[in-house]
C-alpha cells in the first residue's frame, strides 16, 4: 500500500512538472562519512547521463554521477558534503547556494547577505542557475539564521526530501523551460 502511494504521488509529479522525466526505483543506499549516494535501476541505456537532476514528490534528492552504467545509475544526494545547487528563498526571492554539510540531515545556504530578509520557515527552491535542477523545486525549509560576521548571513535548511524513506524517485532528462529558453536565443 506504502508503494502505491508512493508511485501515485511520483506520477503526479510528473504530470505536473514541465520537465521530461524517467521515473526510477531506488535499488541502493550508500550513506558514509565521505559520500552520501544512492543507486537507481535506470542508466545509460535508458539515456541516463551525468549531472541530471534526481527529484521526488516532495523535493529535490540530487543529481546523477558521472559514468552511469548501461542499467544502474549513482545518484549523488544534495545532503552530501560535495553537493551544491543554485537556490532562492522563496518568500524574498534572495538568492543563494544550498550545499551540504555532511551529517545526512542539514544543508546550508550561502552568499545570501546579511541585508537580506530570511526567516526561520521560509521554503528554499530550485533557482535554475546551476545548470543541473531545474528551477522551482523544494530544497527544504530554513530551520536557523543569524547575521553571519562577514557579509552574509549563517542559514542552515533542513531538506524536505527523507532519503532513507525513498522508494522511487523521477530523473529529469531536460527541462522544456529551458530547451524553449535556448531555442529564442
Not at 530554513?142 to 542552515?156: C, F, M, P, Q, W
Request: aromatic fraction near 4%; hydrophobic fraction near 45%; charge should be negative.
Amino acid at each position: 500500500v506504502q508503494r502505491a502511494k508512493s508511485l501515485q504521488h511520483l506520477l503526479e509529479l510528473r504530470d505536473s512538472t514541465d520537465a521530461i522525466t524517467l521515473t526510477a526505483e531506488v535499488i541502493g543506499v550508500d550513506a558514509t562519512p565521505w559520500f552520501q549516494t544512492l543507486t537507481v535501476n535506470r542508466g545509460s541505456s535508458d539515456g541516463v547521463r551525468s549531472d541530471l537532476a534526481v527529484i521526488a514528490p516532495n523535493g529535490v534528492v540530487g543529481r546523477v554521477l558521472d559514468l552511469p552504467g548501461p542499467r544502474a545509475a549513482k545518484v549523488q544526494l544534495l545532503i552530501d558534503q560535495n553537493a551544491a545547487a543554485g537556490a532562492v528563498i522563496e518568500r524574498t526571492r534572495s538568492a543563494g547556494i544550498v550545499s551540504g554539510l555532511g551529517n545526512n540531515s542539514e544543508l546550508r545556504m550561502d552568499y545570501v547577505s546579511n541585508l537580506e530578509d530570511v526567516e526561520i520557515g521560509d521554503r528554499v527552491l530550485t533557482s535554475g542557475t546551476d545548470g543541473v535542477y531545474p528551477r522551482g523545486f523544494v530544497i527544504g525549509v530554513v530551520s536557523a539564521v543569524e547575521r553571519g560576521v562577514d557579509l552574509y548571513k549563517s542559514i542552515t535548511v533542513s531538506p524536505v526530501v527523507d532519503v532513507s524513506d525513498l522508494a522511487d524517485v523521477l530523473i529529469v532528462m531536460s527541462d522544456e523551460r529551458l530547451v524553449q529558453a535556448e531555442g529564442l536565443k
